[in-house]
């Protein structure tokens, strides 16, 4: 079955800093991947997906993830964050086989003045 | 704007009490999940239905029961509330279940409590 792991699970940052949430997935057949952020008392929104194509793949709110087959990894970015990007964010992944999608434990993001 | 939405946002329930969750969707998704989420913890796949075919995941307690009369409309039903079933209660749905990659949508969640 395949798993995510975050390997962060509260990540602090100074607004207008650069930010990087770590994510590396295990699977042995080929899989999905994709970032949602869930601001408090919400539901999850998704942020950005890989399904094949460019590694590199850019979604809402300037954050962007790179997809590293090699590495396993699917690390977001984003190069200036703001208050506003204050929530918990979560990568998943599902087979292609099946929409069986599962979450990482989270990163709470927190953007400080 | 099409949407999922829960009802209601926040639920109280006793000990013992049966309680039910509701979730809808203006999407026209054949798929809808039902999620557990725990404080500080990722969303755990309690069970999910394509079209009409209900889906349990194998460690979903017998405790908790789905319905899904139409389309539009799935209801979660806890039929004996323990302490440990408060939760965040996240409702979701996609396009299609068939293969992977299609994007889930979710509700806002009902917040259960059980005193």
């Known amino acids: 079955a395949q798993s995510v792991t975050q390997l962060d699970s509260q990540v602090p940052v100074f607004e207008e800093a650069p930010v990087e949430l770590r994510c590396n997935y295990s699977s042995s057949v080929s899989v999905y991947l994709f970032w949602y952020v869930q601001y408090p008392n919400q539901g999850l929104q998704l942020l950005l997906k890989?399904?094949?194509?460019?590694?590199l793949v850019k979604g809402i709110n300037g954050f962007e993830a790179e997809f590293n087959k090699s590495q396993t990894s699917f690390h977001l970015r984003k190069p200036s964050v703001h208050i506003s990007d204050t929530a918990e964010y979560f990568c998943a992944v599902s087979l292609t086989s099946r929409n069986d999608m599962r979450f990482g434990a989270g990163t709470r993001l927190t953007v400080k003045p | 704007d099409a949407m999922v939405i829960q009802n209601p946002r926040y639920q109280v329930t006793q000990f013992g009490k049966p309680v039910t969750l509701s979730c809808s969707q203006t999407?026209?998704?054949?798929?809808m999940y039902w999620y557990q989420q725990k404080s500080s913890q990722a969303p755990k796949l309690l069970f999910h239905y394509y079209d009409k075919d209900f889906n349990n995941e194998a460690d979903t307690p017998d405790n908790f029961q789905s319905r899904r009369p139409n389309t539009s409309f799935c209801f979660l039903d806890i039929r004996s509330p323990g302490l440990g079933d408060a939760a965040m209660y996240l409702c979701a749905t996609s396009r299609d279940g068939g293969t992977g990659g299609y994007e889930q949508y979710f509700g806002p969640g009902t917040r259960l409590t059980v005193t």
């Open positions: 999407l026209n998704h054949n798929v």
């Open positions: 890989y399904l094949s194509g460019s590694t």
